[in-house]
């Protein structure tokens, strides 16, 4: 007993706990609502701060700082920082926290007419998908209502350079619309964006829980808490990359036109 | 050969992926090393660079993983 333990390996979806009409409510969407409650107490908590802080305003507030200076670090401008920061910090901060709530001992145990209570959000594929379209989506609006409609598609559909090219002569033409195929490629590479950031994030913490099961089954005393105790450094590290890819694709579809002003003032 | 006999060939040769992505998160964290003994004051944009980068080098061993658990 002491050193094998038998559980069962979780399913790759979660539990549908009851329906409202055509909208279900499964084990995954109870979590997150319970981490939304949770995130709203805590910015009751952040508005009430005072100017001598206490030991918790400490703790938020080098937080706070440290994910600006992680981002300070992806744009490499204080302005874009702020202006990206409630959209990217909130997604880190969600990630971060249903990453680690699975680690509270006895939270994923639940269980309600045979059915698990709560699963961490992020180990259900239909939760990452749902924010990696999100964000995607988000990222390619304000990449469209700063560069215009035109602009917008005419990242994908070159249709200016291909004829550019072709007044140019035939092989500057040819030239031209191997790079429309090129760009009609870089549809494909939203949607790559989409499957890749879902995926790493779900495949991470899936794999968490189903290498602490077999863990359990090897020597039940010590090795699962020394591997729970990297999840923690993981689940971590998941929400930082999570919320620097996005920082990196919304820097990809709007800052280079920012940068390529400065470099022609100076 | 019965189908499950063909699973579990499939899942062994699915781990094949881990080769290309151990070997590009070891070439990367190398330069990227390397990069922060030329200039230690850049170290901090560096390592936020390389993290990144191991993340998308990691991901084809995650596909590979789901993959796994699908098959």
């Known amino acids: ?266 | 050969m019965d189908a499950e006999a063909a699973a579990l060939i499939a899942k062994g040769l699915v781990t094949f992926s881990m080769f290309g992505s151990g070997i590009g998160e070891g070439y990367l964290i190398g330069k990227a090393l390397e990069a922060m003994g030329r200039n230690p004051d850049m170290s901090g944009v560096i390592f936020t660079r390389m993290i990144i980068g191991v993340a998308l080098a990691e991901s084809t061993a995650i596909y590979a993983l789901v993959a796994f658990f699908l098959i």
């Not at chain 1, 509270?104 to 990696?132: C, H, M, N, V, Y």
């Not at chain 1, 379209?133 to 990449?143: A, C, Q, R």
């Not at chain 1, 620097?244 to 470099?263: I, P």
């Open chain 1, 1 to 266: 007993m002491w050193f094998q333990l038998e559980r069962e390996i979780p399913s790759l979806t979660s539990d549908v706990l009851f329906d409202f009409g055509f909208i279900s409510i499964s084990s995954s969407t109870l979590l997150i609502g319970v981490i939304l409650v949770l995130l709203l107490v805590l910015a009751y908590r952040v508005r009430r701060f005072s100017i001598v802080p206490s030991k918790f305003q400490i703790v938020v507030e080098s937080l706070f700082d440290g994910m600006y200076s992680l981002l300070d670090t992806i744009t490499n401008d204080r302005k874009v920082t702020e202006k990206i920061f409630p959209i990217v910090g909130s997604i880190l901060t969600f990630i971060a926290i249903s990453n680690l709530i699975g680690l509270i001992p006895g939270i994923e145990q639940l269980t309600w007419e045979g059915k698990e209570l709560l699963r961490t959000p992020t180990s259900d594929f239909s939760t990452t998908f749902s924010l990696a379209l999100g964000t995607v989506l988000v990222v390619n609006f304000i990449s469209l209502r700063k560069k215009g409609v035109l602009e917008y598609l005419n990242q994908f559909f070159n249709f200016k350079g291909l004829i550019q090219g072709f007044k140019k002569g035939i092989g500057p033409g040819l030239v031209s619309v191997v790079e429309f195929f090129v760009g009609v490629m870089d549809i494909v590479g939203e949607l790559v964006k989409v499957v890749s950031l879902s995926l790493r994030l779900f495949g991470n913490m899936y794999a968490g829980q189903i290498l602490t099961i077999i863990l359990l089954g090897i020597f039940s005393l010590a090795l699962p808490s020394l591997w729970l105790a990297m999840n923690i450094f993981v689940g971590i590290l998941q929400a930082v990359v999570f919320a620097s890819l996005v920082t990196a694709y919304y820097m990809l579809a709007v800052g280079d036109e920012e940068e390529l002003e400065k470099e022609m003032v100076s």
